[in-house]
């Protein structure tokens, strides 16, 4: 039964409410790539185009971005073509490819204050073996100051780069996103998105461009997940969402369509916190998809100024709600709430959406085996996800991270070795990148 909601004020919404599996037959694994040995605390972010795989880790004290190319030493051998260094705090933050160009977030970068963030653009040449990657542009959003942290998320719609800027102090909000248009040579500042920061009926905006998501052709959505009534009350931070339509006007090329939130009172009426997008954020042909968590005990730190948390950690309450586009605009129901189950824990960040399929990566709350499950739109039953296949872990070294990314019948994977079992010394870890086919 689909959750009733009443309408508050507008963009926002109340909520007041009282298959099998089978094994992944069509994936091959193509190879298990090692990346990496790293520290714990770490953030990662994934992107692929084509025959490039670009993996950013970035951390308090620095961070990289590697690059890996197909066939690199061998056939169907993903190895590393690129590494990419530097000392500023959450290098390599996001990560995203479009064509031969990368663009890498370092949100902590310092050059026009304490985390004022940039974002460098690069050329990737897999044949020019003596400088595969070359440094095209930096960019930094006009005004750039203290606390913007520029580059937190990016995403490409064309030649266009969209960059999230969450931390850009307003009046009423925080965040704002820019866009450059990149070219061979350098990148062309086209302007910022307009925002509204009543649209969603909250009290406050805040943290707006922390995530981003394209459906190509159709539409926007940007998160502001740390919105909501009271900042100094984690529980009534619910998250708003706006969505933007292509328009063949202006600069930016995107026109505010909608600004909402949700807010879930539960079965007792009372309110359930939810942070929409906290834990990603996607789009694919008219339908959302926001990771969210509904807990009190994740507080944000003084200044809402919070990192994601560390990759290796899980959650029991995170949960993906999908949201689909009808004629009267964004409709939930309870049916499209994907939580974990009684002994389930979700990997934040560890899922995608692809051409209307859900990849989901949980694993049991003893940490003992885990799997991707994969999730359907109407196949068979019109309205429902059902989970039609299930691709189990490799083996006792491999161990579950974000983050995962469904493409073009492909999934990446991202998984952890550690432990003198898996010959790694006490206190480190290797990242593996697993490269299915169907």
């Not at 997940?225 to 009271?230: D, M, V």
Request: a negative charge; hydrophobic letters at 40%.
């Amino acid at each position: 039964m689909g959750r009733p909601f009443a309408s508050f004020l507008p963009g926002l919404v109340l909520a007041c409410s009282t298959g099998a599996i089978s094994p992944a037959q069509s994936w091959v694994l193509d190879r298990v790539s090692p990346v990496v040995v790293m520290d714990s605390g770490a953030v990662l972010d994934l992107d692929h185009a084509g025959d490039l795989i670009a993996l950013g880790i970035a951390r308090a004290d620095g961070g990289s971005v590697h690059v890996l190319h197909k066939d690199q030493g061998g056939a169907d051998q993903w190895g590393t073509l690129s590494t990419l260094i530097s000392s500023e705090p959450w290098f390599g933050h996001a990560v995203a490819m479009h064509g031969s160009f990368l663009a890498i977030g370092s949100p902590g970068a310092q050059e026009n204050g304490a985390y004022s963030g940039q974002v460098l653009v690069a050329a990737i040449d897999p044949f020019d073996q003596l400088q595969p990657m070359t440094i095209l542009d930096t960019l930094h959003p006009p005004g750039s100051v203290t606390g913007d942290r520029a580059g937190y998320d990016l995403v490409w719609n064309g030649d266009t780069l969209l960059v999230g800027v969450p931390g850009r102090p307003g009046t009423w909000n925080t965040g704002s996103v820019w866009a450059w248009s990149v070219h061979s040579g350098s990148a062309i500042l086209l302007g910022a998105l307009p925002s509204d920061p009543f649209g969603s009926a909250l009290p406050f905006d805040r943290w707006f461009g922390a995530r981003m998501a394209l459906d190509t052709g159709r539409g926007l959505i940007v998160a502001a997940p740390y919105s909501g009534f009271n900042g100094s009350q984690p529980s009534e931070l619910v998250g708003s969402l706006l969505t933007y339509a292509p328009v063949s006007v202006g600069p930016i090329g995107w026109a505010l369509d909608t600004a909402f939130a949700f807010v879930d009172y539960g079965a007792n009426c009372q309110p359930v916190r939810q942070q929409w997008g906290v834990h990603g954020l996607a789009m694919d042909d008219g339908v959302l998809v926001a990771g969210s968590f509904s807990s009190s005990t994740w507080g944000a730190p003084s200044g809402l100024v919070p990192w994601p948390r560390p990759a290796e950690e899980t959650c029991a309450s995170c949960a993906l709600y999908i949201l689909e586009r009808s004629s009267s605009g964004w409709e939930l129901d309870s049916s499209l709430f994907i939580t974990p189950g009684p002994t389930e824990r979700h990997v934040p960040g560890a899922w995608s959406l692809d051409q209307r399929e859900l990849a989901i990566t949980t694993l049991d709350a003893l940490n003992t085996t885990w799997s991707t499950v994969f999730r359907r739109r109407d196949p068979g039953q019109m309205g429902s996800w059902a989970q039609t296949e299930d691709l189990p872990a490799t083996g006792p070294c491999a161990l579950p991270i974000g983050p995962l990314l469904l493409r073009d019948d492909v999934l990446l994977r991202t998984i952890l070795a550690r432990g003198t079992g898996c010959s790694m010394p006490i206190g480190q870890m290797r990242v593996d990148i697993e490269v299915w086919r169907r």
